[in-house]
């Protein structure tokens, strides 16, 4: 059974930098596609960024392009979503999910089946 585990979130300053971590075990990394989402309070789940891991083809969502990096190693089934020049307006609970798809589709969630539960990442003004 495929399972997500998130982690690195955290506190940080505007400007500064977070490299999250979704660590996959049940299966390979390339019978899916893997995307980071977050859900902000009083907002709808958003999607961040998305890899298709058997040819490495990826997608990000206009608010975070040329900030954040998604990105995978295969050794250690793990994908990380690489932030910086965080804004406060990145706050938020990042999830990652896959789908056995292969897809990437960002805007929406439900294409993704399975889920981690989740890491907070706060930015400071």
């Known amino acids: 059974q495929l399972q997500l585990v998130e982690s690195g979130g955290g506190l940080v300053q505007t400007g500064g930098s977070l490299r999250l971590s979704c660590v996959v075990s049940?299966?390979?990394?390339?019978?899916?596609?893997i995307a980071w989402f977050r859900q902000a309070p009083g907002k709808e789940r958003e999607g961040v960024s998305c890899m298709v891991m058997r040819d490495g083809s990826r997608d990000y969502a206009d608010s975070v392009k040329d900030r954040f990096t998604i990105s995978r190693d295969n050794a250690k089934n793990t994908v990380y979503l690489e932030m910086n020049r965080l804004e406060p307006e990145d706050t938020a609970v990042y999830y990652c999910a896959a789908n056995p798809y292969r897809l990437c589709v960002l805007r929406d969630p439900g294409v993704f089946v399975v889920w981690g539960h989740g890491t907070q990442v706060t930015v400071s003004s």
């Open positions: 049940g299966s390979t990394l390339d019978r899916y596609a």
